[in-house]
């Protein structure tokens, strides 16, 4: 059987003249609402069709920018309500989140100590509002910066950003590392011991809550395994070791600062009263000896944990509203054993954040 196929010739450039011809006739009496219908290519084939501009490509380093020049910005975040997208509902927090800048605070042992901090600083945004100029925020905190931190200076940062985004409520938050040296137990060595500190200053309804929360981190023997080895030492003469583990207590506490100051380092103490086996830093064998008898002789559940903590909470005159979050990162189980206490309304929560527990890992 034969098959015939047919070749397509290659239109030519003659072809291509005519094409153009023909579209060109018919664009002219055209209204531009159908040629860009047609293809919007096509007006560009157009004889009285603008040239596509030609833009440069190299940095302007020469050019200033003058006041009308910067009047003329387009600045969507001012704009009417009419450009707000989805309801028209306020929103409690917006702003920025770690934006960081070293500050200088001021401790109770060691004079005053710079440390780079991670800031957030948010205002809520009323119903009718489109949004926010963010980079105000940093200004407003970039403009205390240089002061020695308490929270008289961040009550200035935050009335200042409040006051330039015309804004109710506020808040600021500023996390850092704190170092704090600490001796060994029994070697007479020392090193510096680091804690996750963050202080906070919120603003809601006109009244002002400053907060501070501390993550301490410690050793935790299980009280249950170690009258289990026990009992296997006294019953049997099997040696036994009870089960202990890196744990960590996040504190957040309501601060009244009309008082006497209190120091990171004073909750810092407060914690080593209630739970004395923070872990070490500097460590020779009579200190992993002197800690095996100190976990000995403090064994502790979790529960155990929450309501220590919570008893020298309730002791200090400086604090007011409390939680405590207790993690026993097991070294049993392939779970964690885990307790919230709560002291006042201010930390209340019906609903725990999914990822709360994994934010108390605390890795080398």
């Known amino acids: 059987m034969n098959a015939i196929t047919s070749v397509e010739k290659a239109p030519e450039r003659s072809d291509a003249e005519k094409a153009l011809e023909t579209l060109l006739a018919w664009a002219r ?30 940095y302007p380093d020469d050019f200033a920018v003058g006041e009308v020049y910067k009047s003329s910005l387009p600045d969507l975040q001012n704009g009417p309500s009419s450009l707000i997208r ?56 970039y403009k205390h910066a240089e002061e020695t931190f308490s929270f008289d200076v961040i009550e200035k940062a935050l009335d200042d950003y409040k006051t330039d985004l015309e804004s109710m409520d506020a808040r600021i938050q500023m996390r850092f590392s704190f170092p704090m040296k600490i001796e060994s137990l029994r070697s007479g060595l020392s090193g510096y ?12 309804d006109g009244v002002r809550r400053k907060m501070i929360h501390l993550d301490y981190v410690y050793s935790s023997t299980c009280p249950c395994s170690l009258e289990l080895s026990e009992h296997a030492r006294a019953t049997r003469g099997q040696l036994a070791t009870p089960h202990s583990q890196r ?24 914690c080593r009263r209630a739970v004395p086996t923070e872990t070490q ?11 095996a008898e100190l ?6 559940f979790v529960e155990d944990a929450a309501r220590l903590f919570c008893q020298q909470l309730q002791k200090e005159p400086r604090v007011g509203d409390f939680r405590v979050v207790a993690s026993h990162q097991e070294s049993l189980h392939s779970h964690d054993a885990i307790s919230i206490l709560t002291e006042g309304p201010t930390f209340e929560m019906a609903s725990i954040d999914p990822k709360l527990f994994n934010t108390l890992f605390h890795v080398g």
């Open 247 to 270: 744990s960590v207590a996040r504190i957040s506490a309501v601060i009244d600062c009309a008082k006497q100051c209190l120091w990171f380092e004073d909750l810092i103490d407060a």
């Open 281 to 291: 830093v500097m460590v020779k064998r009579e200190d992993e000896q002197a800690f």
């Open 295 to 300: 976990n000995a002789a403090n064994p502790i």
């Open 193 to 204: 011991q680091y804690y996750d500190v963050a202080l906070e200053l919120v603003e809601k």
């Open 29 to 58: 009496s055209a209204s531009k609402e159908e040629v860009a219908d047609l293809d919007p290519s096509v007006s560009r084939l157009l004889s009285d069709a603008p040239e596509y501009p030609q833009f440069r490509r190299d």
């Open 86 to 141: 989805g309801a028209r509902q306020q929103i409690q927090h917006v702003g920025i989140s770690n934006f960081r800048l070293p500050i200088r605070f001021h401790t109770r042992d060691n004079g005053d100590l710079t440390l780079e901090t991670s800031v957030t600083g948010s205002v809520s945004l009323e119903a009718d509002k489109k949004g926010i100029n963010m980079s105000r925020i940093m200004r407003s905190f």
